[in-house]
């Protein structure tokens, strides 16, 4: 990493005054990007300016959800809202149904965004403009965002959301359009390098117990009793691993940062079983992939579409034990689509308001650098 690596460019001078009544502006502040070790590589704090590039009173802001769904979109969404119309002044927002097929001007759908049309949002999952997978054409959606005069785009989504968001903005650059194209990081796995956590995560982890609760009592009531449930996690387990810790009855966790051979998963439930007499099994949906035969596709997105380890790691142990004639009963739970489409918990909700509220540093950035390095 170098300094330049975090460098936050802008399209221009702020010369603006905000009419936004604030305790605290944020002027020069910086904060080492390790704090185990410092160095001279620091990361600019988000919060309010007292000056902006922008006029409100004439500025059009627009914003799109892309990728999976995750509890907080829709909170993300009405708090941006709320800010930009009240805190700031500005008065035309719009919103572009599914992702970037909404910068798309063939296909493009889109809604008014105002504080009554937002209002109730943050009661419900999923998101009000809907979502989709890959990319569009850039220089068609740069094109589509200078014809309808918006002067700042908030792309709410994961990581082909944001590498999308960042052709845009050096497409933008390169034609020097004054247009800010602003990331908002959504994974409801929390694999986002440089962030403490993102919103979603505790959503996932509290309904997740749920699920935990019902495998564990199903497999303490019949003899040789496995519950096994697959939680959210393509490339990290903190899903997984908090949701275990949380619910202290998990016996065997598997996630994608530690591998494991199938000898070595069927001994140890064997073992359980013969002296606990029952299991309780959770794996991330993104373990094990090197143990499941399944030819190497990608989806819309770029994104590897996996294997299913619940159901091959169900059909493992219960060949094995079938194999054996050890009495066994596996119970097999996935709630993953049933967490990603709720509500978002407090501790979200909070998350999301100050995150879209944090955002508005940004109004007179190009692009965020930040983001290369997820």
Not at 246 to 272: D, H, M, Q
Not at 311 to 326: A, D, G, R
Request: glycine share 8%; with cysteine.
């Amino acid at each position: 990493m170098v300094a330049q690596d975090f460098k936050i460019q802008t399209l221009g001078e702020a010369k603006i005054k905000t009419s936004l009544e604030s305790v605290k502006f944020i002027d020069k502040e910086e904060i080492y990007w390790d704090v185990i070790t410092p160095s001279n590589i620091t990361l600019e704090c988000a919060g309010p300016r007292k000056m902006i590039f922008f006029e409100p009173s004439t500025t059009k802001a627009a914003i799109i959800t892309c990728g999976g769904l995750c509890p907080g979109m829709n909170d993300v969404i009405r708090a941006l809202v709320m800010a930009l119309h009240y805190r700031y002044g500005v008065r035309d927002v719009v919103g572009y149904k599914f992702g970037y097929e909404g910068l798309n001007p063939e296909i493009s759908q889109s809604m008014v965004l105002t504080p009554e049309v937002v209002k109730n949002l943050h009661l419900f999952g999923g998101t009000i403009l809907g979502t989709s997978r890959g990319p569009q054409d850039t220089k068609v959606m740069v094109k589509f965002l200078h014809d309808n005069n918006v002067k700042i785009l908030f792309c709410i989504g994961g990581d082909g959301t944001l590498k999308g968001a960042q052709v845009m903005a050096n497409e933008i650059a390169t034609q020097g359009l004054g247009i800010a194209i602003v990331g908002v990081p959504k994974t409801i796995d929390n694999d986002l390098l440089y962030m403490q956590k993102t919103f979603g995560f505790e959503t996932a982890v509290s309904m997740a117990q749920v699920a935990l609760n019902s495998a564990h009592t199903e497999a303490l009531s019949a003899r040789g009793g496995i519950g096994i449930v697959k939680l959210m996690g393509r490339e990290s387990g903190f899903i997984s691993l908090y949701s275990s810790v949380a619910s202290s009855e998990v016996n065997l966790l598997l996630i994608p940062e530690v591998p494991f051979t199938w000898k070595k998963v069927i001994e140890y439930v064997e073992s359980r079983l013969t002296h606990r007499g029952h299991c309780l099994i959770v794996v991330a949906e993104g373990a094990g992939q090197e143990l499941c035969e399944q030819a190497v596709t990608y989806d819309k997105s770029g994104n590897r579409v996996l294997a299913d380890i619940g159901i091959l790691l169900k059909k493992q142990l219960s060949n094995h034990f079938t194999s054996k004639n050890i009495e066994h009963t596996i119970k097999y739970i996935d709630p993953s689509y049933t967490i990603r489409s709720a509500p978002a918990e407090p501790a979200d909700k909070v998350f999301a308001i100050e995150l879209a509220q944090m955002l508005f540093m940004l109004e007179c950035l190009e692009e965020l650098q930040l983001f290369q390095a997820w």
